[in-house]
């Protein structure tokens, strides 16, 4: 986005030019174009000189900026999960006050925050600080730097403030000013937070601060919207990296649990070594492990990421066959859809002078056949998109396509489960 400044006799304004975004769909490839409107309800891009309007219910993420940096210097920490870069953090009892470059200032109840970074860690201490985000603390904690030694340290006690100049902490009964210039930061005790989950959108600043909020507008230079802490705020447009609608709408299959997970041997009946895993050959938890359905890598040796035609993938899974897995969906989902191939790792190392390899793929739902696809090795990944409207049971099997199991790493990439949002 720029803005142009115009001059007249008596008076300037300023005329937005339109901003370049790119916008990801639920369904259908992304659109990109120049952003003509963003509200509560629709999204209109001006794509190639026609306007183009897709509802926000439609909607996956929509990206402004390419580049986000890492959050850097002082971070109030949400229960949610949020995190908002500052330039200056105070608290009292009840509440907690900052100020940043994208929000000038906001004030945000204390029992909605889990803890306040109070100056800039050096990288090696940041797994110290993230593993005191998640210790059930009931009481709070003062973290520190280590006197003698690299490391962060702390005390437990009670926060009664956050000063400019101090934080009153109170400890085994007395309470002292502790400077805070010595302080790392402030972990408050779980027992006084509030119940908290994300709502709306998630919404990503350039700063790296990222958060939820609602009713999101966009006019002229400016974002505003409902923030998940329940204040109204606005921020700068070009500060802005992303808007993302994604949350609650879709679950990865990586990340569900499984109903049942069974497998039928690792090579078609009748091959000359397929029994020399018989003694695992039901789970593959022994010698044939290597052969176990995997989430999110690759399986084999070094684990690489999901591979499709040069193309990588931060989600899904890889099956090799035979194998039947379910997941319980108990009505909940619309749709499946997922990315389908198989692995570049493998899809390549084809028999010189041989057919080209293939592997077979069967979607179940509740125990019926809604799609069989044969899967040779060469062939461009497709879209796979299911109806799983009230199903409970989904089953995704896996069988040799052509009487070997050669390069039958089977890749169902970015897999997810779209939300029904109209179950009970």
Known sequence: MELLLITCANYAFALLLLTDVKVDLLEGPSLAGELKV?????????????EVTRPVDDVLKVVFSETQSAPVGLQVLLQDGSRIAADDITATASDVRLTSAAIEETVIDRKLVRGLLLKKLASAAQPQWSAFLKRDNERDLLVVQKRDEPGLDFLTGIVSSVTQENVPFLLDGSEI???RERIVGVVFGRAEQADGRPDGARIQMTD???????????EDDL??????WGEFVEVPLDQLAAVDYSV???????DLPLLTEDYFGLQPEG???GDQFEADRSTRLGLSSPWRMSRDRFPNTGRP?????????????CIFPSARIEFALDGRYSALQAVVGVDDDVAFNQRKG???????????????MVTKKLVRALDEPFRLNVDLTEANTLSLVVDFGDGSSVCDYLDLAEARLIVNKSAK
């Open 271 to 273: 091959d000359a070594w």
């Open 177 to 179: 000013p502790v400077p």
């Open 208 to 218: 790296g601060s990222a958060f939820y909020g609602e009713d999101i507008f966009v």
């Open 223 to 228: 974002v505003s919207f409902e923030a998940g």
């Open 354 to 368: 041989q057919p080209v390899t293939a592997v077979e793929l069967r979607i179940e739902k509740d125990g019926e």
């Open 38 to 50: 963003l509200d509560e309800d629709s999204v209109t891009l001006s794509v190639d000189g026609a």
């Open 305 to 317: 990421p999901l591979t499709l035609r040069g193309q990588r993938y931060t989600k899904g899974l």
């Open 248 to 254: 609650g709408r879709f679950h990865y299959l990586s």
